[in-house]
């Protein structure tokens, strides 16, 4: 059949014009996305330093470099010449087993490098798993507020998402009865991020194994995406401790306690001692998807073992008191002004969840609003809770040099000061 131009243009114009719903969501629910609308609103004749309270990427300042060891490993992979081809499409022998030995340690049961996959980072792994339980009619339980990255990918492949709520008033744990409420004999697993992002909370031994409980009930999967930084008082427990009780896969990486988001190294591990997952053909999925997808880089590859077996617990000690000194100028400056309120302060992880009051503000229609004009009159860049669902909330990182964090807070201060309606200024 011969086509007019005029009617091809059309057909093209049909075909590519048409709205991408898995990109609305990408669009509606990207923290990325906010937060290059709200670096477009810097005063760039603002003479101070801009201060990322939105970012969580510590490697950013000098003060959290990572490792001298860790870079050594990079530098000695990439020179030995060994690693300039493909890696091996399973991934590097070597690597797997440094991996499984680490999460080893803090499990009752040793991770087998064979149940372990490597990704491209911690998005890729999301990726993967939300790819791999997009079966015809399946939903995936997801927390709110958590990362919306879980969402976009769910939405791309075509999978139903549901949202149950963690509770301020009770240091961010789950609401375990919103879990079993939105649960239907479709839903095919539930995810935790642990410690928790963006609140900064460690749940507890009790709490994890709630959860898993909870899981085991409903017939379900845990996802759990974890990275081990705790600064307070309660340790860091994995989720893979409760795989007796409930299948767990968890999702993790060298970016944050090695302070190198940069590297993109992540990796899936299963904790099944009683082999549901293979049973199911769930794991055996995880390995096809990711094999048609891309690899974790093969100088990584290469110098994971090193920088596992030799980076210094100085370094980790070093990080976490730097952390730790963060997070409680962050609550204790916080506790000064008067339009937010921060009624937990974090003990793990590089972020602090905070409600905002608009009822005190003149002029500030909502978070998103009050971010975007933080950043034009104090060159403050802080995430909006919208972007994580939950709207005149907000979500500060304080995993900043601290004499910019000082800074940064005492702006935002004088910002809420500026804009309080006049019968709530002190």
């Known amino acids: 059949m011969e086509h007019s131009m005029d009617s091809y243009s059309g057909e093209v114009a049909w075909r590519f014009g048409a709205t991408n719903p898995a ?160 649960a239907d004999d479709n839903t095919v697993a539930m995810v935790i991020i642990s410690l928790n992002n963006p609140s900064g909370s460690v749940y507890s031994y009790e709490h994890l194994a709630k959860i898993a409980e909870t899981a085991r009930k409903l017939g379900i999967m845990v996802i759990s995406d974890e990275v081990q930084f705790v600064f307070g008082s309660k340790p860091f427990i994995p989720m893979g401790v409760f795989g007796e009780t409930v299948p767990v896969v968890t999702l993790g990486g060298i970016s944050k306690r090695w302070m190198v988001p940069g590297y993109r190294f992540g990796w899936i591990a299963v904790t099944d001692p009683k082999g549901v997952l293979r049973k199911n053909n769930v794991f055996e999925s995880i390995v096809t998807y990711r094999g048609i997808t891309a690899d974790p880089a093969a100088p990584i590859q290469g110098a994971i073992p090193q920088i596992i077996a030799i980076t210094d617990k100085s370094f980790f000690a070093k990080a976490i008191g730097l952390m730790r000194g963060a997070a409680e100028l962050c609550y204790r400056k916080l506790q000064d002004i008067d339009c937010i309120t921060c009624s937990h302060k974090p003990e793990g992880a590089m972020s602090v969840m905070v409600k905002l009051d608009i009822a005190y503000l003149d002029g500030i229609d909502d978070d998103i609003d009050f971010c975007c004009k933080l950043a034009t009159e104090e060159s403050v860049v802080i995430c909006p809770g919208s972007g994580l669902r939950m709207k005149n909330w907000l979500r500060i990182t304080f995993a900043v040099d601290l004499l910019l964090l000082d800074d940064a807070l005492e702006r935002l201060k004088s910002f809420c000061l500026r804009h309080a309606k006049q019968n709530t200024k002190a």
């Open 23 to 182: 990109l609305e969501v990408a669009r509606a629910h990207s923290i990325r996305w906010l937060l290059y609308r709200i670096y477009d609103c810097l005063n760039k004749n603002d003479s101070r330093p801009m201060a990322p309270l939105g970012f969580g990427d510590p490697s950013a300042f000098e003060c959290f470099r990572t490792a001298a060891a860790t870079e050594d490993a990079i530098v000695a992979a990439a020179c030995s010449g060994k690693h300039n081809s493909y890696p091996p499409v399973a991934g590097s022998t070597d690597a797997f087993s440094a991996v499984a030995s680490y999460l080893s340690r803090d499990l009752p049961y040793d991770i087998s490098p064979s149940d372990i996959v490597f990704t491209a980072g911690c998005n890729h792994a999301i990726e993967t798993m939300m790819a791999v339980l997009a079966t015809p009619g399946a939903n995936v339980l997801l927390p709110r507020p958590g990362y919306p990255m879980y969402e976009v990918y769910a939405a791309f492949h075509g999978l139903e998402f549901r949202h149950f709520d963690l509770l301020p008033e009770k240091e961010w744990e789950v609401d375990l009865k919103g879990v079993e409420a939105f």
